[in-house]
């Protein structure tokens, strides 16, 4: 049984949900607009100021998609609400980020400078000059764009140089000894 398909999604007060034909959800919020087609077969109802999912059997893809849609949904009112942030941190000597307009621009230890641009809805926030934060209301988006930016150059094991989420934990490695 999915047990977080059961579970309803309060909608907060700010926020307007439009269900249409084909299970297209729109969420209108403070911090802007989501929609998405979500699967056909699952029921999605209304009820005052809650939102319900439910589905029509209990088949291994109707159990699995009921939770997907349920967290789909909530993950549009939270990104509507208060928004989605990946805080991502660069480690090593010379290693450094700039930003001009929209363009952010990386120094990785390469023989160029690494330039990539904010995708639309997207904004990369600079703290110092080895912190970034991107920002959004989408969390595919947002999580997309930082995985992109940390795969320009991954943390290595031994000197922790690199790319890294803050909340990650590169697991590290003893370099080669030498030979007595």
Do not use: C, F, W
């Amino acid at each position: 049984m999915s047990r977080i398909g059961r579970m309803p999604i309060a909608v907060p007060a700010g926020v307007t949900v439009d269900i249409a034909e084909n299970n297209k959800v729109t969420v209108k919020g403070p911090k802007g607009t989501l929609e998405r087609v979500l699967p056909s077969e699952m029921k999605i109802v209304m009820e005052g100021s809650e939102i319900v999912v439910s589905r029509p059997s209990d088949l291994k893809k109707m159990k699995s998609l009921h939770g997907l849609t349920r967290t789909l949904i909530n993950n549009m009112i939270v990104g509507v609400t208060n928004g989605y942030e990946k805080v991502l941190e660069i480690n090593g000597v010379g290693y450094r980020a700039a930003k001009q307009g929209k363009t952010l621009t990386l120094s990785l230890g390469y023989s160029h400078p690494v330039v990539m641009e904010d995708p639309e809805g997207l904004e990369a926030v600079l703290e110092g000059q080895n912190k970034i934060i991107v920002k959004g209301i989408d969390k595919e988006k947002v999580g997309q764009y930082a995985a992109e930016i940390r795969i320009k150059r991954k943390p290595e094991p031994y000197k922790g140089k690199g790319i890294k989420y803050a909340d990650e934990v590169i697991r590290r490695k003893v370099g080669k000894t030498g030979k007595k």
